[in-house]
């Protein structure tokens, strides 16, 4: 039997809202140790508003010499490409390559956060596989759009 997204996915993620400062949310990355945070609605609804990855941050704040008090909502990405729990290992990495994304939301029918799956953790499955498996996932999901 195949894996699916909820058999690799990290669950429990740690999730920010979107008036979480930009060096709140930094803080919670190094404190995790995660190159990524979703941003839900709320604590108590958890559903997927957006996310803010370490590269963001970078870019659109450091880059641009703006403090770390801007709130979260004003640089992440919404709307972010998602994962289902039942979604094979194949979607997940087609989903991936498609959109140039290291790392998907895994979220149920309302969207509500359930894990995340990160480049690695796709490409370490496919490693214990084979390294030509490996391989091919890890030049698909770097290869830019459009070479395909």
Known sequence: ?????????SGDPVCIVSSTTAEEAAGLMETHDVGSL?????????????IVTDRDL????????????????DIMSSDPYCAKPDDSLDDVESLMGKHQVRRIPVVDEQGCIL?????ADLALERRSVGDQDFAKVMEKISEPAGVR
Not at 38 to 50: A, N, Q, Y
Request: glycine share 14%; hydrophobic share 40%.
């Open 38 to 50: 979703p941003v839900v609605e709320s604590e108590s609804s958890k559903r997927l508003v957006g």
């Open 115 to 119: 894990g995340m799956i990160a480049q």
């Open 1 to 9: 039997m195949s894996k699916k997204a909820s058999d690799l996915m």
């Open 58 to 73: 970078a870019l659109r704040v450091l880059g641009r010499g703006i403090s770390g008090n801007l709130p979260i909502g």
